[in-house]
């Protein structure tokens, strides 16, 4: 079945995780090119706020307030937005979030939330629109994910691990959404300056702005396949490093992480 890349006049566009960060970015840039952008977060004022900055701009952002770990209140923001603005022809799902945990330990209840966000999160808007999309015949999903799921790095157990999963299940989706129609697409951005990356105490490499991350993605949603990476030097790496034997790829992260890796 031949899988379109979905324009503005096919319906709109609805992004998870869009009060701030590349969610935002990512609402404001599709705005800019025509779209009416449907974006969702538990809080609404936040939410209403960027509709506000995108006033002006060819398309328009409009508010949706919805909790993603809610698997019903996921399927009533589908609902509610193709019932007012038409069909969801574009889904980002890109909500998720990241906790650090104790050196040396492991803190279940923040594996717990991240998972129940990044993961279970992310099936629970798969479910409420590929249904959908599936019996138009037509549709586009990217899921946002992250290079940190190429391989393990250091204290990154809980969020990486979510974001390999979330590789994982694109990966197995894309078979069952060929055949529905559907053009699922993956985005493994690097390092980008947001409200969740700020906090991190470490070097970023490549360190990009929201903004600059939001073109790169809708340039490849309008392009289309499967894998939307930047930077790419920074992909490879990260490749490149994840196909050598355990004891050089421990050693190397522990090398390129300033030593918070194994030694051995």
């Keep these: 079945m031949t899988m379109l890349r979905m324009q503005p006049q096919d319906g709109v566009a609805w992004i998870t995780g869009?009060?701030?960060?590349?969610?935002?970015?990512?609402?404001?840039?599709?705005?800019?090119r025509g779209w009416t952008v449907a974006i969702t977060a538990r809080r609404l004022d936040l939410l209403e706020a960027v509709a506000l900055r995108g006033a002006g701009l060819p398309g328009r952002i409009v508010a949706h307030a919805g909790d993603v770990t809610d698997p019903a209140a996921m399927r009533a923001v589908v609902e509610g937005i193709e019932s007012v603005h038409g069909p969801v022809a574009l889904a980002f799902l890109n909500a998720g979030i990241a906790q650090g945990h104790r050196p040396g330990g492991l803190d279940a209840g923040a594996f717990e939330e991240i998972f129940a966000v990044?993961?279970?999160?992310?099936?629970?808007?798969?479910?409420?629109?590929?249904?959908?999309?599936?019996?138009?015949?037509?549709?586009?999903?990217a899921v946002n994910a992250s290079l940190v799921g190429y391989g393990?790095?250091?204290?990154?157990?809980?969020?990486?691990?979510?974001?390999?999963?979330?590789?994982?299940?694109?990966?197995?989706?894309?078979?069952?959404?060929?055949?529905?129609?559907i053009r699922l697409q993956l985005v493994n951005p690097?390092?980008?300056?947001?409200?969740?990356?700020?906090?991190?105490?470490?070097?970023?490499?490549?360190?990009?702005?929201?903004?600059?991350?939001?073109?790169?993605?809708?340039?490849?949603?309008?392009r289309g396949g499967f894998e939307i990476v930047f930077p790419r030097r920074l992909a490879?790496?990260?490749?490149?490093?994840?196909?050598?034997?355990?004891?050089?790829?421990?050693?190397?992260?522990?090398?390129?992480?300033?030593?918070r890796g194994s030694r051995r």
């Design 152 to 181: 393990g790095l250091p204290g990154a157990g809980a969020y990486g691990a979510s974001k390999a999963a979330a590789i994982h299940l694109c990966e197995s989706l894309k078979f069952d959404c060929d055949r529905l129609g």
């Design 118 to 141: 990044n993961l279970l999160g992310l099936v629970r808007g798969l479910a409420a629109v590929v249904e959908r999309m599936g019996a138009r015949g037509k549709g586009q999903i």
């Design 18 to 32: 869009a009060s701030s960060g590349i969610g935002e970015a990512v609402a404001l840039e599709l705005a800019r």
């Design 236 to 259: 490879w790496a990260m490749r490149l490093i994840r196909l050598l034997p355990y004891p050089l790829y421990f050693r190397a992260v522990a090398k390129l992480t300033g030593g």
């Design 190 to 222: 690097g390092f980008v300056d947001t409200p969740m990356t700020r906090r991190n105490g470490f070097p970023m490499p490549f360190l990009m702005t929201n903004e600059a991350a939001a073109v790169r993605i809708v340039d490849g949603l309008a």
